[in-house]
């Protein structure tokens, strides 16, 4: 005001002289002199600090705008349905004074109500983005066949979640605990095929859900709200936009480790294997190509399946379309022997603690020991067309068409037959196996099912039957891991699922379309061949 009342005195005295503007503006000018204005008094001019429309807090609009998100970042959740809040009830056995005085302590129970809630709260996407190349032609440009590596507005997956800013789950050190164990939530992964939640559809009716395609969401299954003062909490999460890849070369199938913990990746399209650094994601050789402008490598027709000798650290291929092993040596980098096989169609490939590989040969209904020194063969006889093969102990676990068969390599004789569920009266051959030392328990998936069968190892006894997804390919677990997460990869489902070695779903992360192989690491995380393109994929559950 005082600034102002010098400018109105400077534009009197002005006037007088024919130049009231003049005198407005050196009264105003020495008003300022004579009377500063506290800076921080002018709010609209200055801001210091936050203020409440800066904070990221849990909101529930209409038409909220979806977040894309590129690599690694925390959202805030938007609340766009919940259900009516219930009471519940939960008996809690204690041990408490019996009747009489000085009796003994007898158990009993209490009764515990409180609320709980379902609710479902809105992340993010991930940007959509198609890649393809244009080729001059006399009819213009045209569009070449290119790798798509994402043509669905999905995230890969989410590490972390917070309740009112506390971390109430963190993949990288819950993996031997469910999420729903800790948390019963479940995600959501926003791709074009999402369907209705069935916990939302119990409460609207069937029908009358959409899929809330495009949106990637956490859906809370009756949460308990004592501890958020029966109120919902404000959820935020870190969403993993997408997957770290290593890219190869066309045709990504069999994925092994070698003893120096480089990865082996088989590319069959390119007849090429690719040696890579899977800790900097980067190629550091490729295997068998002459001529480095050539589009095809030099080994025979089809390398499919891979392994490492844990005893030599020579690398074994198999060639499925001519019959025969490429054996290389890590050390050249070099193919070091190429072994001609004496049936059709080998498929898989594994190797014992002895170095010894084992080969399936499921169209000759056989499994080929090959001796590591002189590559001569032993067949054996095994029906129903033998796929997947696992050395566990002094057994071969052979997966066929509808059963496992257990081949004891001491008698070369199967000892026992396991059924495979699949949940259909077809037959689909058992092409994944794996064991974990800390359960003692043995997977199979069936990729023309949606099931994983678990034994126990030692009894050959059924433990659990797992829906895992539709068409799980490939199993994978690390021994070096101490949580021995169980990884599958479900073709076509094109998800890449973590379950802890008794069974319970940890984790889903969202792949580009077919994944094939996967290989799990001891560092919790894992690799995840891309059948289609030239991309291994690495989950992080680090």
Known sequence: MAQLACGVVGAAVGSAFGQPGLGFAIGSMVGALLFPQDDMRQ??????????????????????????????????GNLFWASAFRIGREEIPYTGPGAGKGGPDVPATVTREFVYASFAVGLAAAPTHLEQTFAATDKGDEIEDAPIYRDRPEIAGVRRIWLNGDLAYDVRTNRDKPVGAKLPVELFLGG??????????????????????????????????????????????????????????????????????????????????????????????????????????????????????????????????????????????????????????????????????????????????VDPGTHVQTYTDVTGAPHGLLRVGNELWVGCNADVKVLSLATMTVTHTLRVRTGSPDAFFTGGLAWSAKSNFVWAVSPGSDLANIWDAASKKPIATKHVGTGPLAISINQGDPWQPVWISTHYGNRLTAYTAGGDKLIAFGTISFPGPVLALADGRCLVANTKYDLVQVAEGR
């Open 192 to 369: 074009y095929g999402q369907m209705p939640a069935e916990i939302i559809e119990a409460e609207e009716g069937v029908d009358q859900v959409p899929g809330y395609r495009g949106l990637a969401y956490l859906l809370f299954d009756k949460l308990d709200l004592t501890a958020y003062g029966n109120h919902l909490p404000n959820v935020s999460a870190e969403v993993i936009a997408s997957l770290d890849r290593i890219e190869a070369e066309e045709g990504v199938e069999g994925l092994a480790l070698g003893l120096d913990g480089d990865l082996w990746i088989c590319c069959h399209t390119r007849r090429v294997v690719v040696r890579a650094d899977p800790s900097g994601l980067r190629v550091k050789a490729t295997i068998a190509r002459t001529d480095p402008n050539a589009y095809l490598g030099d080994l025979p027709a089809h390398p499919w399946r891979i392994a490492v000798s844990p005893v030599t650290g020579l690398v074994w291929v198999v060639c499925l379309a001519d019959r025969a092993l490429a054996v290389i040596d890590p050390v050249t980098n070099a193919v070091a022997a190429t072994i001609a096989l004496a049936e059709n169609y080998p498929h898989e490939i594994t190797i014992g603690a002895d170095g010894v590989p084992w080969v399936s040969f499921p169209l000759q209904n056989k499994v080929c020991r």
């Open 43 to 76: 709010a609209d001019a200055y801001q210091v600090g936050p203020r409440l429309t800066d904070l990221k807090v849990q909101s529930s609009a209409w038409g909220q705008m979806i977040p894309l998100c590129f690599g690694v970042v925390r959202v805030t």
